[in-house]
């Protein structure tokens, strides 16, 4: 079954400083991969999404990821996070050919300290 | 454009009672998603509806939970004769199309069960 694996439930970080937010995925065939956002009490927000095309994917607040098809990883990035960006990040995919339902990991919780 | 509106945003049950989740998608979007977020967990996908057929309820309990998306109207999750289990946010996506994965979630309804 196809499963995404976030490997760090928390992850503190100083303000200013550059984040990383692991992400693997489980699958032999193509992927579609997304990133979203949840703030407290809130939806979730689409950081952004690899379809196809390039493998460095830019999305919004200075966001970006990788995705790397022989590691089988969709890394999230930012060169310097703020306070803001304290929040809870989900990881998600789709199996092409296989429906359009979403298949999340269980999330990392962003933590940005002064 | 509104976007995704799920209503109520917060609904308290007791035991046995029923609780009906509203989803109102996006001007345009014909095709919505339920999911559930257990507290800790990610989320879980639950049932993808077009309007007035059930595309795929894989996820969804066998027993008390249904859902429907009439011709007019908001998409409704009926859960009967709720449980403490059941108590959890259920988000509402939608998205323009199949193959189309521009999904749209909403705010989200708290369900907690007393």
């Known amino acids: 079954a196809q499963s995404v694996t976030q490997l760090d439930s928390q992850v503190p970080v100083f303000e200013e400083a550059p984040v990383e937010l692991r992400c693997n995925y489980s699958s032999s065939v193509s992927v579609y991969l997304f990133w979203y956002v949840q703030y407290p009490n809130q939806g979730l927000q689409l950081l952004l999404k690899y379809l196809s095309g390039s493998t460095l994917v830019k999305g919004i607040n200075g966001f970006e990821a990788e995705f790397n098809k022989s590691q089988t990883s969709f890394h999230l990035r930012k060169p310097s996070v703020h306070i803001s960006d304290t929040a809870e990040y989900f990881c998600a995919a789709i199996l092409t050919g296989g429906g359009n339902k979403l298949t999340f990991g269980t999330g990392t919780q962003l933590k940005v300290e002064l | 454009n509104a976007g995704v509106m799920q209503n109520p945003r917060h609904l308290v049950r007791r035991r046995g009672q029923e609780a009906r989740l509203r989803c109102s998608p996006m001007?345009?979007?014909?095709?919505v998603y339920w999911y559930r977020q257990l507290p800790e967990e990610g989320l879980k996908f639950m049932v993808y509806l077009q309007k007035e057929n059930i595309i795929d309820e894989s996820g969804m309990p066998k027993e008390r939970f249904s859902a429907e998306f009439p011709k007019e109207g908001p998409s409704i999750l009926r859960i009967q004769q709720v449980v403490r289990g059941d108590s959890a946010a259920y988000f509402c996506?939608?998205?323009?199309?199949?193959?189309?994965?521009?999904?749209?979630f909403g705010s989200g309804t708290r369900l907690t069960v007393v």
């Open positions: 001007k345009g979007h014909s095709h």
């Open positions: 996506a939608s998205s323009p199309g199949m193959d189309n994965y521009g999904y749209t």
